[in-house]
């Protein structure tokens, strides 16, 4: 597998172009939802709808989770787009049995809590208007034994237009606080904290 790493000029110009060109192309960003600060690691769990999901991720980490970022990728992506693992990309082979290795490397980045990782726990992209969610099985490898050592951020990424003429992004999040680190228990959290995000966001004008 291809591990991470974080060059120290091309991983500082990711994250001021992640927020350049989010603020380019999207009319409003909002991030909605408060966070309590923890001396721990981060996972950050999100849907995955687009190629935009990384930089959005990498957007609420330089602006809320301050953290040092990291993203699994398909390992043929990586190679293809290399750059990216200069800005904490590792790579996954789903075919391989390096499947293990990148499951065991995920884990281990979640030791220092100085670390960040993002995961789409559905594995591929799928369309937005999804509203229900499966996680795979290596969700679990990752936390476990990882209760009270390492702090769990649910993302969901929504599109609106409302009036505007460009789309607006809007990022909720929320902390996983339940004392269940099995895979069942976070993948139902999941589905309840999207279904609530949605309602709010149907419930919104886009205002700040």
């Known amino acids: 597998m291809l591990t991470a790493k974080h060059n120290f000029l091309i ?9 350049w060109i989010i603020n380019r192309h ?10 309590n600060k923890k001396e721990l690691p981060i996972l950050l769990i999100s849907n995955h709808i687009s ?21 699994m990728m398909l390992e043929e992506q990586l190679q293809k787009y290399w ?9 996954v082979n789903k075919k391989s049995k390096s ?3 990148t499951l065991n490397y995920s884990a281990k980045l979640l030791h220092d809590r100085q670390n960040m990782l993002l995961i789409f726990p559905q594995g591929e992209i ?21 209760q009270n050592a390492v702090q769990i951020v649910f993302m969901a990424n929504l599109i609106d237009y409302f009036s505007n003429r460009k789309p ?11 004392n269940a680190f099995d895979i069942n228990s976070i993948q139902e959290s ?3 904290f999207y279904a609530r995000s949605v309602e709010r966001q149907k419930n919104s004008t886009g205002n700040k």
């Open 11 to 19: 991983y500082p110009f990711f994250q001021k172009y992640a927020g």
């Open 26 to 35: 999207f009319g409003t960003v909002q991030i909605i939802g408060h966070l």
């Open 51 to 71: 190629w935009w999901d990384g930089f959005w991720g990498m957007y609420v980490n330089s602006n809320v989770l301050h953290r040092k970022f990291h993203f």
């Open 83 to 91: 750059l990216l693992r200069y800005t904490g990309g590792f790579s």
């Open 99 to 101: 499947m293990v290795d």
């Open 126 to 146: 799928q369309s937005l208007h999804n509203q229900t969610f499966h996680f795979e099985k290596g969700v679990e490898r990752i936390v476990k034994d990882k």
């Open 168 to 178: 607006g992004i809007f990022i909720h999040l929320q902390e996983y606080e339940s």
């Open 190 to 192: 999941y589905n309840l």
